[in-house]
């Protein structure tokens, strides 16, 4: 069983369209950060939130953290397919390091 | 560019044999982590490092050892390597302190035959 769900587990969307990912658990988390990885590279961090019901936006990306601190969810709008790529969230426990889930992977066809 | 790299990006080794993942990292971190990828489980942790000569297990440490001799690098050892260990292997890197992000190494690609 996985400390952190993410759902859904694939998605194919066409381009232009929106779409929301989340991630899931029954534990409190310090932090939670989104990652976004291409195939055949590492994943690459878009974006840490610490703070129970905190909204952050990185252009048509809307990351928020729960209020609880124990879920997330990542909004994309209007799609590109640049956007295509795993995402992983990872959920960290008071010092502890950090834990992944297994990730949604999007796809995102011209 | 700040940045992690690993030795090799693709490898297959014979049953039995022993193998070792390089990673190296030049911005200065303190904690330098080994993650294993397979399809479905996401990232599991096997051994991270706070500090030089530091290590502490993950969650899946069985068949691994680690070793961190100079602050840069952090070496991956598979000390019998079984075909259960074919995966993808991923370092990653990251200053002291909760809220700072990882940077990753672009990963190597174990086979075991």
């Known amino acids: 069983t996985q400390l952190l769900e993410q759902s859904p587990q694939f998605l194919s969307i066409q381009e232009g369209e929106n779409l929301t990912v989340y991630c899931n658990s029954s534990?409190?988390?310090?932090?939670l950060q989104w990652y976004r990885q291409e195939p055949g590279e590492g994943p690459v961090l878009l974006v840490t939130?610490?703070?129970?019901?905190e909204v952050k936006k990185l252009k048509r990306l809307t990351f928020q953290f729960g209020d609880a601190r124990k879920d997330s969810s990542l909004h994309i709008t209007a799609a590109q397919p640049g956007d295509t790529g795993l995402y992983l969230c990872a959920g960290a426990q008071g010092n502890n390091d950090m834990r992944f889930g297994a990730g949604t992977r999007l796809t995102v066809k011209p | 560019d700040v940045k992690v790299t690993q030795s090799s990006r693709y490898l297959v080794k014979r049953t039995g044999e022993k193998v070792f993942l390089e990673c190296v990292q030049d911005?200065?971190?303190?904690?330098m982590f080994w993650y294993r990828q397979d399809p479905g489980l996401g990232l599991r942790l096997i051994y991270f490092s706070y500090d030089v000569k530091m290590k502490e297990k993950g969650d899946i440490p069985e068949g691994y050892s680690v070793s961190r001799e100079k602050k840069e690098r952090f070496s991956l050892i598979l000390e019998s390597a079984s075909t259960n260990q074919t995966s993808m292997y991923l370092c990653?890197?990251?200053?002291?302190?909760?809220?700072?992000?990882?940077?990753f190494g672009s990963g190597t690609r174990l086979t075991v035959v």
């Open positions: 939130v610490v703070t129970g019901g």
């Open positions: 534990s409190v988390f310090s932090s």
């Open positions: 990653a890197s990251r200053p002291g302190g909760a809220y700072y992000g990882y940077t």
């Open positions: 911005m200065d971190h303190e904690n």
